[in-house]
């Protein structure tokens, strides 16, 4: 029986645990343990009312090692999947270490008092669990995760080289709150408040955040929406695992609304990381902000709309140039009346599943630290199509710059 244990009771780790249950010939045992134990009671009810399975629950604090490391002994799973934040990820793969365990995240670590996130501290782990003899998958979730796996799937079919890859990621989605973020809130601001950096002719490029902008217009029916250029972290890996690469840019759409927003927080200093006296005691504004803001969980039963998530890539196939988009769209009030999610939850639980899934089944199967593209792309991309976030792929005529409504920078 395959016993796994999944860590972080939020939106995501929700969906993660629907998925496993609906796949009792794979997750033959499945735990969910959090810091805070009744958020994992509901979603233990959520499984048992929409599944029809029973999953077990436990509290934990996954920052203090040897206290994982004792869930980790008197549950025994066979693989743990880290859906909590950034921030425990070096904790957990520590103590997964420390048992011989393998682990599976959807974010790469970065640590609290500097809004930074790079692979190099995931990927200094890589002697110690190949020696270890297990093997820990990062980034498993959309983006990163898919967007990895779309690239490589098109490297594998479609191009005998990859010249450029524009990475777009639209949600066309309503909440009908006036300001909310759709995962974590401090983990999301953190994101995008950062500057902006891109990758071209060899070297990292920056530029001030979201200042580089343009109208693009998405396939299925989304229409047009406007895209601002993001540092995400994908990007990082992508570029060292496909040589070939001349530029890779992450592009995400946001609402007028939004940035209005997010503006005026940051003006009033509500995004700072640092600590600020406040009648006596240390607070850390965004993370008093984080308890102002909904939950992104709880948005999931009025939102309305989709997202589209894809790959534009141009390169080159049999000596001549190609064009290729490979997208998901995901529907938020289907995501509700399946799994109790939202659709960014669910963009990103779903791949958890799949790669957590391909492990234990030795498909995807090695020592020490690992990306999503550098397993085969083919049984993730069937198994996409099989469990709820269908892809799509066409060959248009122009790349990135065929989809752009008006081209304007700032
Ligand atoms: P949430 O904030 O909804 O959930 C995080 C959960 O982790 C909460 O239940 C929280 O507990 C728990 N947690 C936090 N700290 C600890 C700790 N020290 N010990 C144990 N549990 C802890 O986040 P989301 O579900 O929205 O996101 C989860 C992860 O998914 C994040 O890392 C995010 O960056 C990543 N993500 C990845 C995406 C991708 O495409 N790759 C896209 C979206 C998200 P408590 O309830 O007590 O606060």
New binding site residues.
């Given amino acids: 029986m395959n016993r796994v244990l999944i ?7 929700n969906v993660v645990a629907h998925k496993c249950a609906q796949l009792p010939y794979i997750f033959g045992d499945i735990w969910l ?4 134990l009744s ?1 994992c009671e509901q979603i233990k009810a959520h499984v048992r009312r929409n599944v029809g399975r029973t999953i077990k629950t436990a509290q ?4 203090n090692v040897p206290e994982t490391v004792a869930l980790i002994k008197r549950i025994q799973p066979a693989l743990l999947i880290n ?6 990820d070096l904790h957990l793969m520590e103590a997964c270490l420390q048992t011989g365990v393998h682990y599976l ?3 790469n670590y970065e640590p609290p008092d500097t809004a930074k996130f790079e692979y190099k501290w995931q990927w200094a782990y890589h002697t110690r669990f190949k020696q270890r003899g297990i093997m820990a998958l990062l ?1 498993c ?5 898919v967007t990895n796996i779309f690239t490589a799937y098109a490297q594998k079919h479609h191009f005998d080289r990859i010249d450029t890859l524009d990475i777009v990621d639209c949600n066309a989605g309503t909440h009908g709150h006036p300001f909310a973020t ?3 809130p401090e ?1 999301n601001i953190r994101e995008i408040t950062q500057r902006g950096k891109f990758f071209e002719n060899g070297k990292w490029h920056y530029t001030p955040p979201l200042s580089l902008h343009y109208r693009f217009k998405f396939p299925a029916g989304i229409g047009e929406h406007d895209i601002y250029l993001l540092y995400h972290e994908e990007l990082e890996s992508l570029v060292k695992h496909f040589k070939t690469l001349k530029r890779a840019r992450f592009w995400m759409s946001f609402s007028q609304n939004y940035l209005t927003h997010l503006r005026v927080l940051q003006n009033v200093g509500l995004t700072r990381i640092d600590p600020v006296d406040f009648q006596g005691h240390k607070i850390v504004p965004i993370q008093f902000l984080k308890a102002l803001l909904p ?3 709880s948005l999931a039963k009025n939102y309305t709309g989709k997202t589209c998530i894809g790959c534009i890539i141009r390169g080159v196939k049999n000596g001549k140039p190609r064009h290729y988009f490979v997208y998901n769209i995901c529907d938020h009030a289907a995501c509700y009346r399946e799994v109790n999610a939202q659709a ?2 669910y ?2 639980g779903v ?1 958890a599943m799949i790669g957590a899934k391909l492990i234990l089944e030795g498909t995807w199967r090695s020592s020490g630290v690992f990306n999503t593209e550098q397993f085969d792309p083919d049984p993730f991309m069937r198994d996409l199509n099989l469990y709820g976030l269908p892809w799509q792929e066409t060959f248009p005529k122009k790349g990135f710059d065929g989809f752009l409504i008006k081209k304007k920078t700032t």
């Fill in positions: 860590i972080g009771a939020g939106g995501v780790g343990a959090s810091r805070t958020k934990v604090d996954a920052d859906v909590a934040l950034p921030y425990q995240d959807t974010a980034g979730g959309f983006d990163p995760g759709n995962f974590n983990i939950d992104p969980a960014i939850s963009t990103t791949p």
